[in-house]
């Protein structure tokens, strides 16, 4: 079974995180099968645009926390993680091809982080994206550190970060982080329809676009470093496996 599949609509690469029992939770597996998805859809020369949505009642409920001694059963195990996670911010930002989110349900941790790594965004009216790490003693990746600054600036992104307060689908349109609120039964037609008009447009001066947007590479590539190994270090610290355990107690 693959965690992540491809297929294509017309010019359009549909890539789908496919762990519904799981609400997409982010496992090793999952990270190894969405890389292979998205090279694909990035590399497929028939492909002019990329949607990007999740299987089930959500879009991605983040960590698979289940699954956190596993991820820092040892120092190696900890980068793998980490470096894996960093990859698929690469894949969706350092691409070609422009990325088109249909988002619904829960958009947690790094699935949030996802979201914000798409160039557009529709949103189900179900969206609630929100980061837990704070609270669990796990640190952001996907390059937020540097993105959130640029859209929101550094008090409102200390606050959602931090805080780790619940945004709904108005919240983020609000914000600017999503593009269109949609009902959920109308995510994916509506993101199908809005990346068939984005693979309409030259491929060369999109590519061209999103090369020149999404980087100032080296500032976005420099604050993935950091949050990897910012990460790395959180994964080992025994006050996160502390708050891990507690979480899984409260859950429990």
């Not at 959500?58 to 195990?77: H, I, M, R, T, Y």
């Not at 994206?129 to 550190?145: D, K």
């Not at 959130?148 to 606050?159: A, D, F, I, K, N």
Request: aromatic fraction near 6%.
């Amino acid at each position: 079974m693959s965690f992540a599949t491809h297929h294509t609509v017309g010019r359009v690469s549909v890539v789908t995180l496919n762990r519904p029992e799981r609400l997409n939770a982010i496992s090793g597996d999952l990270l190894v099968d969405l890389h292979a998805a998205l090279v694909q859809a990035q590399a497929d020369p028939a492909t002019g645009a990329i949607v990007l949505t999740g299987a089930g009642r959500a879009f991605c409920a983040g960590d698979d926390l289940k699954e956190f001694d596993q991820q820092s059963e040892s120092p190696a195990a900890i980068a793998l993680h980490c470096e894996r996670i960093q990859q698929i911010t690469r894949d969706l930002m350092f691409g070609p091809k422009l990325v088109v989110g249909a988002v619904h349900g829960y958009a947690v941790g790094g699935g949030f982080e996802w979201v914000l790594n798409c160039d557009l965004v529709v949103a189900g009216e179900s969206l609630v994206g929100f980061f837990p790490e704070m609270a669990l003693g796990h640190f952001v990746t996907g390059g937020v550190t540097h993105l959130l600054p640029q859209s929101l600036g550094h008090q409102r992104t200390m606050e959602l970060i931090v805080l780790g307060e619940r945004q709904d689908a108005a919240a983020l349109h609000r914000l600017g982080l999503v593009n269109r609120v949609v009902p959920d039964a109308e995510r994916l037609d509506t993101a199908l329809a809005l990346a068939a008009e984005l693979a309409s447009r030259s491929a060369g001066a999109t590519a061209r676009l999103k090369r020149l947007l999404t980087s100032q590479q080296a500032a976005l590539n420099w604050a993935l470093e950091q949050e990897r190994q910012a990460a790395q270090a959180c994964f080992a610290d025994p006050d996160t496996a502390a708050r891990i355990a507690g979480f899984a107690t409260r859950k429990g």
